[in-house]
């Protein structure tokens, strides 16, 4: 590990439904655990990562790393004292991201998970699969909000998953699990052949001072909300490889492509219940976008693990040194791509297609992997996607 901190983690067996047994890959009992930061930051790079954004900017390969700053030398993870006082809006962005990218990484290692997605865009999604229309229910905030993610593990089951961060105490962040997460995240209700974990993962985040950081998961069981009904399964899997697939194209650098993939056809209203967010003349005006942004964009190559990848690079002088266990560094290289294949597979059927098959599917996802080698740390999602973080003195 290139930056390991421990955290407590602790998964609260008594709340999953008698009907199903905590996953065995999660501790029984309250344990210390090593995380690698540099790992975690990669994780947050892809996942806050929105499949529709109107640009893209090497600015946001910065966001996520400057939180090398955020963190102490201390052994454990901890936030120094000029992160956990910076304003209270700032501070919220820090814990809900660190709320995803300690949840996520920890989560897909024990689930095994393949793929990701935004719960808001797995519903638009889905609803465009069956020619739905919305009949109400996920609100962007709120005890009606999606849940954060619907993931995909290896044995071909979905997982529901919210997470929360804070910085407040070890009580508030128990009180979000209890309240706020446990209604959203059951805002999406899976056939039963189809269902894997429904969870709440929420991450305390300590000071310098005081109460250790820990995280807890759990599995309430609220009322459910927008239900997925008994269909094929290659409906609900190709939303969730198609929305994985958008967030690694714009985070590649292409935007305008990764939204005519994220919504090839026709997207509903989940704002204005009954109703659809656009005409065909929206559908055609994302695909000449992106057919623009395809022709006119120089395709930009980086190597690594010999192989080749579409993708953008930066490399950034840092405000001050960072201090590893390999030494001190002034300057971090982030790149992030999909394999030129798999880029190459995309815009050939990617935004042709209304549902992508398991051939199709292959291409993009896959385990979530994690490295550290000469002070750089990698993540690897399947064949396809790429993201490295590599620190330079």
Not at 93 to 121: K, P
Not at 347 to 372: P, Q
């Amino acid at each position: 590990m290139l930056l390991p901190r421990s955290i407590r983690v602790q998964a609260i067996a008594s709340t999953w439904p008698r009907s199903r047994t905590m996953p065995p890959s999660f501790p029984p009992y309250s344990r210390t655990e090593d995380i690698d930061v540099a790992a975690v930051l990669n994780m947050i790079g892809i996942l806050t990562t929105p499949p529709l954004s109107s640009g893209a900017s090497l600015s946001e390969l910065w966001a996520f790393v400057r939180y090398l700053f955020a963190v102490t030398e201390d052994s454990d993870l901890r936030l120094t004292s000029d992160f956990q006082e910076m304003d209270p809006h700032q501070k919220t962005i820090l814990s809900d991201d660190f709320g995803v990218g300690f949840s996520m990484h920890w989560l897909a290692d024990r689930l095994n998970l393949i793929a990701a997605c935004d719960g808001r865009y797995f519903i638009e999604n889905h609803l465009t699969s069956i020619g739905g229309t919305y009949s109400g229910g996920t609100a962007k905030r709120g005890l009606g909000k999606s849940p954060d993610f619907v993931a995909l593990d290896a044995a071909g089951l979905f997982h529901v998953i919210e997470c929360k961060g804070t910085q407040s105490s070890l009580g508030y962040r128990n009180s979000q699990l209890r309240d706020t997460a446990r209604a959203q995240k059951m805002t999406i209700q899976l056939p039963r052949h189809l269902a894997g974990e429904i969870l709440a993962a929420g991450i305390f985040i300590a000071g310098p001072s005081g109460d250790e950081t820990e995280m807890r998961i759990v599995d309430p069981e609220p009322p459910e909300k927008y239900v997925v009904r008994d269909q094929d399964p290659h409906l609900v899997r190709s939303a969730v490889v198609r929305g994985t697939l958008a967030k690694q194209l714009r985070s590649a650098g292409f935007p305008r492509f990764a939204a005519a993939v994220a919504f090839p056809r026709l997207r509903p209203n989940l704002d204005a219940p009954g109703e659809m967010r656009e005409n065909e003349l929206g559908v055609l005006n994302r695909r000449e976008r992106a057919d623009t942004e395809l022709r006119e964009q120089k395709l930009r190559t980086f190597e690594a693990d010999d192989d080749e990848f579409v993708g953008r690079r930066i490399r950034i002088d840092l405000p001050r040194p960072i201090h590893t266990r390999r030494g001190d560094y002034t300057r971090v290289e982030v790149r992030r791509g999909l394999r030129r294949k798999t880029f190459e597979d995309a815009k050939s059927r990617a935004m042709d297609e209304d549902i992508l098959d398991g051939g199709e599917a292959a291409k993009v996802v896959g385990t979530y992997r994690f490295g550290e080698a000469r002070g750089r740390a990698w993540m690897r999602l399947g064949a396809g996607f790429y993201s490295d973080i590599r620190f330079l003195r």
